[in-house]
């Protein structure tokens, strides 16, 4: 526990005095005091976007090893990066210099992203654990046992009239949870018909989902009553992202849907018939293109009103990995062991890190920097050497 403190004022310190080592600048300082991306594909929506602009070269600043691989996507608040590994455990890493604040075993494999909400985060694993901890110390809060795995990470929505907002996860017991934030008391559960792979999406008033039953469902995140479902045609291993009344995904059908959810009905489908990849990855929604990654070695980008292409990027390998939008640039990472930077308007190549080992988790954008973790059990950071 002395430890732990003693990481915290180090880490407040830094935040708040501007050191004059030549590596370290007070813009760096400031970056990492307001850098947030507290949830999976960083808002509700899920949308995979943010207007943090990034430095045109960036530099590997500090990678921290955890003792097994990760497939789990960073979050990043509080000057802090907070992550899960297969080896069971969360971890609070200093967004500064990559030293460990804290860990907290789980006792299972973890593939899931981590929700950070206020102080709080909430996580759950291939046991079907789903724990709530405090994101300062690490200290569990309360813990839900649904006894089946949890592979998506949790999102959010609001209390009404003063009360505690909501935690919503889906597992593969074929149910939506929603909990109380503040005790985890269970409020709802929905049944579906198949495994919940993916993160559910919300516009405050619907959580929007889909699995392997190749439904997306719509919900009410009041009571948990469904609003509509429509068929997708084939199974969804990712998150649909929520964006205008229209939800965006991809399934194994090696198709890109939108979906109007007003309407409950297929608004277009993209499919690219030279190269067929299924995908596994989650759509990033710009102002007006979608971007994803599929298993046919390509990230495409597509006209968000038609679905028409508008370019297509060939990496080494399979992209699982979730794309994101940062300003006039997309960031992606592929089973290829590589980060990529990419022109948003032309997709022609910017930077490229190797980090050899492949990339299965989704990169947290924000602060100007980039961090993601690998299959070889390490997370990285990038961002301007300074």
Same mark, same amino acid.
């Given at each position: 526990m002395h430890k732990q403190l003693l990481y915290l004022i180090a880490a407040v310190c830094l935040l708040v005095v501007n050191c004059s080592g030549p590596e370290l600048s007070g813009d760096r300082h400031s970056q990492i005091a307001t850098a947030y991306w507290p949830i999976f594909r960083g808002d509700q929506q899920l949308s995979g976007v943010t207007d943090t602009p990034l430095p045109d070269d960036l530099s590997l600043l500090w990678s921290f090893a955890t003792e097994y691989d990760i497939i789990s996507s960073p979050v990043i608040g509080h000057g802090n990066v907070y992550i899960g590994s297969t080896d069971g455990k969360v971890y609070c890493i200093a967004l500064l210099d990559g030293a460990k604040i804290w860990e907290y075993n789980t006792e299972d494999d973890i593939e899931a992203s981590p929700l950070l909400l206020d102080n709080t985060i909430y996580i759950g694993n291939l046991s079907g654990m789903f724990v709530a901890l405090d994101a300062r110390t690490g200290q569990l809060k309360w813990s839900y046992d649904i006894q089946s795995e949890i592979m998506g990470s949790a999102n959010w929505v609001?209390?009404?009239?003063?009360?505690?907002?909501?935690?919503?996860?889906?597992?593969?017991?074929? &149910?939506?949870?929603?909990?109380?934030?503040?005790?985890?008391?269970?409020?709802?559960?929905?049944?579906?018909? $198949? $495994?919940?792979?993916?993160?559910?999406?919300?516009?405050?008033?619907?959580?929007?989902?889909?699995?392997?039953?190749?439904?997306?469902?719509?919900?009410?995140?009041?009571?948990?009553?469904?609003?509509?479902?429509?068929?997708?045609?084939?199974?969804?291993?990712?998150?649909?992202?929520?964006?205008?009344? &229209?939800? *965006?995904?991809?399934? *194994?059908?090696?198709?890109?849907?939108?979906?109007?959810?007003?309407?409950?009905?297929?608004?277009?489908?993209?499919?690219?018939?030279?190269? &067929?990849?299924? $995908?596994?990855?989650?759509?990033?929604?710009?102002?007006?293109?979608?971007?994803?990654?599929? &298993?046919? *070695? *390509?990230?495409h980008c597509v006209e968000r009103k038609t679905g028409r292409r508008i370019w297509k990027f060939q990496t080494r390998d399979e992209i699982d990995s979730s794309p994101v939008i940062a300003g006039d640039r997309v960031v992606a990472c592929s089973t290829d062991g590589r980060v990529y930077i990419l022109n948003l308007a032309d997709g022609a190549e910017v930077w490229s890190y190797e980090v050899g080992s492949a990339i299965l988790g989704s990169p947290a954008v924000t602060g100007g920097m980039i961090v993601v973790g690998a299959e070889d059990g390490r997370i990285y950071a990038f961002g301007e050497n300074q």
């Open positions: 609001a209390g009404t009239d003063g009360e505690q907002p909501s935690i919503l996860v889906g597992c593969y017991d074929t &149910r939506m949870y929603s909990f109380d934030a503040g005790t985890g008391e269970l409020q709802w559960t929905y049944e579906t018909d $198949y $495994y919940i792979n993916g993160a559910p999406a919300t516009d405050g008033r619907h959580v929007v989902f889909g699995g392997c039953d190749e439904m997306l469902y719509i919900v009410s995140v009041a009571d948990g009553t469904q609003k509509g479902a429509v068929w997708a045609g084939s199974y969804i291993a990712g998150s649909a992202a929520l964006v205008d009344g &229209r939800a *965006y995904l991809g399934h *194994y059908d090696s198709k890109l849907v939108c979906i109007d959810i007003a309407e409950q009905n297929i608004v277009w489908e993209y499919e690219d018939k030279e190269t &067929r990849g299924e $995908y596994f990855s989650s759509p990033a929604i710009g102002k007006d293109r979608v971007i994803i990654g599929s &298993r046919d *070695y *390509y990230l």
